[in-house]
């Protein structure tokens, strides 16, 4: 895949109201034992003039590498969906890096838009949550602002299948049986074979430093059962036409399930990928199927509404300085 790849899966569209850029670096945390390779990148609070970087065809409006601002700051990490990129919900990143919070997010190893080769495998479901931990270690332990993050305040944000990443994350417990109703006698999902065949991963476990969790049109392979060990606090969001795997009523049952009630949101007219930060016209016009709103809905203005609502969310329990 080229640059111009990468770029088509960012957007363009970032608010002008903010005073200050955020600080943008690129990360890496290396292979161990329990994975490859993790490469994404790290939004911060910065106090420098906002200015631009550009990748490829498109630009995001932060400084590269601008030194951290503050001390005791809350640390959101960020999980895309399925054959995404760290850059889907940069506008969204960058709105939480100039309120005070640091961002990290990854490209997940075989389920990514540069690698797919496990799309569809319950080995990435299994993998997935286990990524988001080594990348909180690396976070916490050896990023080089490390110490300027508060390690009891750390948020998780989860779209589509970062969604379900962010609930096994926060206690969660995958039944994938619960899979086979994606699954049709001709269905080609890998994952389809791999259950009826009794291939089980073993569950991932919890990471109890996640302390909230906004989770975004999450893909679901759970019942009320293995719901209930999510204690912390949830804002949850439902696309109302849904896309890619996801229903409302889906997210609806996970709503019902949550044994304590989430922060819920349905935004009228959404599709799924409406959650992506808004396309810019190359990648609207390279990737329609994933940047075109139907019904005359403005994904610009979303955002904005959307950006705030998950702001105040991490603030309210993150406790993030003004």
Known sequence: MTLHRLALLAALCLSAAWSHAAGFSFIEVPADKDGPALRGAVWTPCEAAPGEIAFGLIAI????DCPVAGTGLPLVLMSHGSGGSFLGHHDTAVALADAGFVVAAI????DNFQDMERRGHLSTFAARPVDMRRLADHMLKTWPGH????????????????????????GAVPDFKLGLRFCTPASKIPFCGQI???ELPAPPV????IKAAVIVDPLSFFDAERLKQVT?????????????GVTLDDVEAVRRNLPSAPDW???????????LAPCAPAMAKALPEICSDAGGFDRVAF????????????????????
Do not use: E
């Not at 409006?61 to 590269?64: E, G």
């Not at 305040?153 to 969604?163: D, M, T, W």
């Not at 919890?206 to 430093?209: F, G, K, P």
């Not at 912390?232 to 890619?244: F, K, N, Y």
């Open 61 to 64: 409006s932060a400084t590269k």
């Open 107 to 110: 490209n997940h190893p075989n």
């Open 147 to 170: 110490t300027k993050i508060a390690a009891d305040r750390v948020g998780f944000f989860g779209f589509s299948r970062g969604g379900y990443t962010g609930l096994v994350a926060t």
């Open 196 to 198: 009826q065949r009794q």
């Open 206 to 209: 919890r990471d109890a430093r």
């Open 232 to 244: 912390v606090p949830v804002q949850l969001w439902a696309s109302a036409r849904g896309g890619d």
């Open 265 to 275: 949101y349905v935004p009228a007219n959404t599709a799924h990928f409406a959650f």
């Open 303 to 322: 955002h904005a509404d959307f950006n705030a609502k998950v702001l105040a969310f991490f603030r309210q329990h993150l406790a993030s300085k003004p």
